[in-house]
């Protein structure tokens, strides 16, 4: 399964946000949506999975228009971890990654046999089997966000996207969620896309990387390419040091002062 936003336009209002934006997913790959606050991350990510409408572009799923397709038929291939979610009304953890099951629920027959199984599965890949009978308002915000990833994977997706999940976690389930996400998406068959504003866990964790600046993709492609000093500098405004981290191999992305050349793009209201 693989997803693509093909040149997407969008904006609140007169207060444009994308302009002529195109991400490929590809199967079998992780990828991160980078950027500083405000460069449209949260909501091409919400183009992408039918919330938002593009004024122009389009989102396919293996070809497919995403605009043609039900809220049903895409609940079944694209799974979304929110940013943000509060729950109405009191259910417990298990309660409330059983939702994820409507998806599959057969039409007007309630939960079918397996749908118990499923969630039990997830709650454990989530670890979260001691919480199952808790009330979810009981539980913290680190403990939530792993609930959420839970329910999405109820859904049997084929396609999961993350809005910013290691938010509230701390270090040992930041680890959890991202290796998650990394490993979900080479499944088979499956990929995923993840907002993150940690550059050295997208740099870690992610096949490709693209970095959200002025509306538009300023590089997309390997951590290597996209996280340079100049690319840094230009989109966040601060000159860093770009460094390989012995114990991984991977990139880290050290900022070290604001930039004197160039100023970071202004802007409002909740678009990162």
């Not at 040992?172 to 907002?195: D, K, Y």
């Not at 770009?242 to 802007?267: D, E, F, M, Y």
């Amino acid at each position: 399964m693989k997803l693509r936003a093909e040149n997407i336009v969008f904006g609140y209002g007169a207060r444009p946000v994308l302009d002529g934006v195109t991400i490929d997913v590809p199967e079998g790959s992780l990828v991160g949506l980078v950027g500083p606050n405000g460069a449209g991350k949260s909501t091409l990510l919400k183009l992408m999975y039918g919330v938002l409408k593009a004024r122009s572009g389009r989102v396919l799923v293996d070809g497919r228009e995403l605009s043609k397709l039900t809220r049903r038929e895409i609940a079944r291939l694209l799974g979304v971890v929110p940013q943000v979610c509060n729950p109405t009304f009191p259910v417990n953890v298990e309660q409330f990654v059983g939702m994820g099951r409507y998806a599959r629920e057969r039409f007007l027959g309630g939960p079918a046999e397996g749908d118990a199984a499923v969630v039990r599965r997830c709650l454990a890949e989530m670890g979260l089997e001691g919480l199952a009978d808790r009330p979810v308002d009981e539980i913290s915000g680190g403990e939530f966000r792993r609930v959420l990833v839970a329910q999405a994977l109820a859904q049997e997706p084929q396609v999961l996207l993350f809005d910013e999940p290691v938010q509230q976690l701390d270090l040992l389930h930041q680890l959890e969620v991202m290796n998650f996400a990394r490993s979900f998406a080479r499944r088979g068959g499956t990929a995923a896309v993840i907002v993150l504003h940690d550059l050295g866990l997208a740099a870690r964790f992610c096949d490709t990387i693209a970095l959200l600046h002025g509306g538009r993709v300023l590089a997309s492609g390997r951590p290597e390419d996209v996280l340079t000093a100049a690319n840094v500098r230009l989109a966040y405004g601060v000159e860093a040091s770009i460094q390989r981290c012995p114990a991984t191999g991977s990139l880290q992305v050290v900022p070290l002062a604001a930039s004197t050349l160039v100023q970071p793009v202004a802007s409002e209201g909740r678009s990162s």
